[in-house]
DNA sequence: CCAAACTGTTTTAAGCCTAAAATGTTTTCC
DNA sequence: GGAAAACATTTTAGGCTTAAAACAGTTTGG
């Protein structure tokens, strides 16, 4: 229940903002139920593909990014929409490499970038592994109404886009 | 865009579940939606705990947990509150024992129990990092409405209820 | 009583992950 | 042209994380 003086005052003329200490004891348990459902899902998501198809969570991660993208992507593309480090996804490339599920290969342009393509073998096991993902999902989100699933995107994009703003007025 | 027909199909009569291979992608994207606010999210606050306080953001997690609990807690309750595997724990506790952070002795009563408590270094620092941490959170969701908040809470629980009721089917 | 089952914690082995520094390559722009 | 900036990737050092096995203590049921 948050006062209704406090927006009040936050908003008032151009003075800076005002100290009240303020409540922000909603959103805070906003976020830490967020990270539950997450860190729910995730972890049955990471047991399923290991106990079904003896795979991790990152490593399918990796080939689902790279199923969408036929001609293959720089290590730099899969970082960023992987949220992950650079140095992450070196190490994750090379076991993938290693077990035959990727292909990697220097750019003929620009000697410093590496493009890694899913092989033959690679994109038929992930395949097999997604089709069967997607169920589980499914299945964990059964309880929904489509309409539940519509507000939810709509206001989980509102908060991806608050996030980014954000991030983005201390890293500008 | 779902085809209507997939919907009839399923709630046909008594009849076990109709073997059409459905269309879930608007929960996958659900999926991934809710999966990168969460990233976004964690990732930032990791910056800024590392920046700020020099603090990790386990760490930081399982100092909120001790602070809710003045009495201590076990390692046990630790790891099924923060949804990570005891072995996890064990190693957290260890560097933060080591920094002086935490206080750790054997039940009494029970001598498999450890029991942990934060110090009062580890108090008073998780009080000055946890009112930041607020308004860190506070700006990251500050695009969203209290209505906002509130559907949103209310989804996700829905959503954390839809998600433990499919991973006890699993394992029962 | 006492063996078996159970519970709480630690250990192990392997992989994931990050931030920061280092390396090699390309672009910019004087 | 060449120094400086920018870029892509790898390396490094350290911490996090998991699943499974091992260990230690407690409870239970014959």
Redesign the pocket.
């Known amino acids: 229940m948050p006062a209704a003086s406090d927006c009040i005052e936050m908003l008032d003329s151009e003075t800076k903002a005002v100290e009240t200490p303020e409540d922000h004891a909603e959103e805070l348990r906003l976020w830490l139920r967020l990270l539950t459902c997450t860190?729910l899902i995730e972890?049955e998501v990471?047991?399923r593909l290991?106990?079904r198809f003896d795979v991790?969570?990152?490593?399918f991660?990796l080939m689902a990014q790279l199923d969408k993208a036929p001609d293959g992507m720089?290590?730099?593309?899969?970082?960023k929409r992987?949220?992950?480090?650079?140095?992450?996804?070196?190490?994750?490339?090379?076991?993938l490499v290693e077990s035959g599920h990727l292909d990697?290969r220097t750019?003929e342009?620009?000697?410093?970038?590496?493009?890694i393509r899913l092989t033959k073998l690679g994109r038929a096991e992930f395949r097999r592994m997604a089709a069967e993902h997607e169920t589980w999902i499914a299945d964990l989100f059964s309880d929904l109404t489509p309409k539940d699933v519509r507000e939810l995107m709509r206001l989980l994009a509102k908060t991806k886009a608050s996030a980014q703003k954000s991030a983005a007025r201390r890293r500008p």
Chains 1, 2 share one sequence.
Not at 56 to 59: E, Q, S, V
Not at 109 to 115: A, C, H, K, L, N
Request: charged share 30%.
């Open positions: 860190t972890g990471r047991g290991r106990q991790t969570l990152p490593r991660d720089t290590l730099s593309d899969v970082s992987m949220m992950v480090s650079n140095g992450n996804v070196t190490g994750l490339v090379e076991r990697r750019s342009t620009d000697r410093r970038v590496q493009v």
